[in-house]
C-alpha cells in the first residue's frame, strides 16, 4: 500500500506540475483575450474578420479581402511576458490571398517581445520584436521553419551582431497541410530557442531594438539599443491562410532568480 500511495502521489505531483505553469493564450473558444492591429486599419479592428475561431480553432482568413495589398497583421496576446515557454501548434491551409507578396507563400509567425499593439501606428507593417518565422513547404524545395527574423530589433549569433533581416533555422521542411510542433523557450534578454517537433532547431541570444525592416513606426517607440528583456506575444496574418490548435505558454518567471529550480522544470518540459 506504502508504495501504492508514493506512486499516487509522485504521478499527482507530475499532473499538478504539468498544469500549474501552463496558460492556455487561446482558450479554444474566442478571441475575448487578444487584440488586433491590422495594417491601414485602427487598433482592434479586425478588418474582414481575418481572425476568427471555429471548430475549436484559431483561423487566419482573408475571404474578405479584394486583394492583400499589404495590409499585415498581428493578433496579440492581452498581457506581456519575459521568461517562458511558449507552444504553438499550426498548419498552412488552402491558398494564398490574391496579392499576398511571393515571399509570404505558407509565411507567418509568432511575434516575441513585441511592443505594445496600442502603441502601433495606423499604417505601421510590423510590430518591433523578434519574429519566429513559420513556414511551409512548398511542395518540392527545402523551406525550413522556426526561423528568425527581426523587425526593427536585433539579435547575436554566437555572440556575434546578427546584421541580416532573417537566419534560417537547421529545421526539416513540412510540405501539405499537417500540423507542426512548435516550441520558442525565452528567457528575457539572455536566450532565446527555436525547437520544432522536439529537435532545437535554432539558438541566439541579447535581443535589442534596433535595425530597420519596420515601417511607419512612432520614433519614440523605437529606442534603438535597448534590451528587449519581455514584451508581448502576436500571431502574424501574412497573406497565406493558417490554423492555430494550441498556443500556450508555461512562465518560467517564478524561476528565474534561482538557476537551478529553473534546470529542473527545464528539464521536467523537456521530457513532456
Known amino acids: 500500500m506504502k508504495h501504492i500511495l ?6 499527482s505531483t507530475f499532473s499538478s506540475f504539468d498544469q500549474k505553469g501552463w496558460i492556455n493564450l487561446f482558450n479554444g473558444k474566442d478571441l475575448k483575450d487578444w487584440n488586433i492591429k491590422i495594417a491601414k486599419h485602427n487598433y482592434n479592428e479586425n478588418f474582414g474578420n481575418t481572425f476568427y475561431v471555429q471548430d475549436g480553432l484559431m483561423k487566419v482568413k482573408y475571404d474578405g479581402y479584394d486583394k492583400f495589398d499589404q ?6 496576446y492581452k498581457k506581456p511576458f519575459s521568461h517562458y515557454l511558449l507552444k504553438i501548434q499550426y498548419r498552412f491551409v488552402g491558398e494564398q490571398a490574391k496579392g499576398g507578396e511571393g515571399w509570404a507563400l505558407r509565411n507567418s509567425g509568432a ?12 499604417n505601421q507593417d510590423f510590430p518591433i520584436s523578434v519574429e519566429a518565422q513559420l513556414l511551409g513547404g512548398n511542395g518540392k524545395d527545402e523551406r525550413p521553419t522556426g526561423n528568425v527574423c527581426t523587425p526593427g530589433t536585433t539579435i547575436e549569433i554566437k555572440d556575434k551582431l546578427f546584421t ?5 533555422s537547421t529545421s526539416k521542411t513540412y510540405h501539405g497541410e499537417q500540423w507542426v510542433t512548435a516550441e520558442f523557450l525565452v528567457l528575457g534578454d539572455s536566450v532565446i530557442k527555436h525547437i520544432i517537433n522536439k529537435d532545437t532547431v535554432l539558438t541566439y541570444t541579447k535581443p535589442k ?3 530597420g525592416n519596420v ?7 523605437k529606442e534603438d539599443g535597448k534590451r528587449l528583456t519581455g514584451g508581448y506575444i502576436a500571431l502574424q496574418s501574412e497573406s497565406h491562410p493558417i490554423e492555430f490548435r494550441t498556443v500556450k505558454l508555461f512562465d518560467l518567471q517564478p524561476y528565474t532568480n534561482d538557476q537551478k529550480k529553473l534546470e529542473k522544470v527545464l528539464e521536467k518540459l523537456k521530457k513532456k
Open 164 to 168: 541580416p533581416h532573417c537566419l534560417n
Open 6 to 11: 508514493t506512486l499516487l502521489f509522485t504521478l
Open 111 to 122: 511575434m516575441l517581445h513585441c511592443q505594445d499593439p496600442a502603441t502601433m501606428l495606423k
Open 215 to 221: 515601417a511607419n513606426f512612432d520614433p519614440k517607440v
Open 71 to 76: 495590409q499585415y497583421g498581428h493578433i496579440f
Open 209 to 211: 531594438i534596433g535595425g
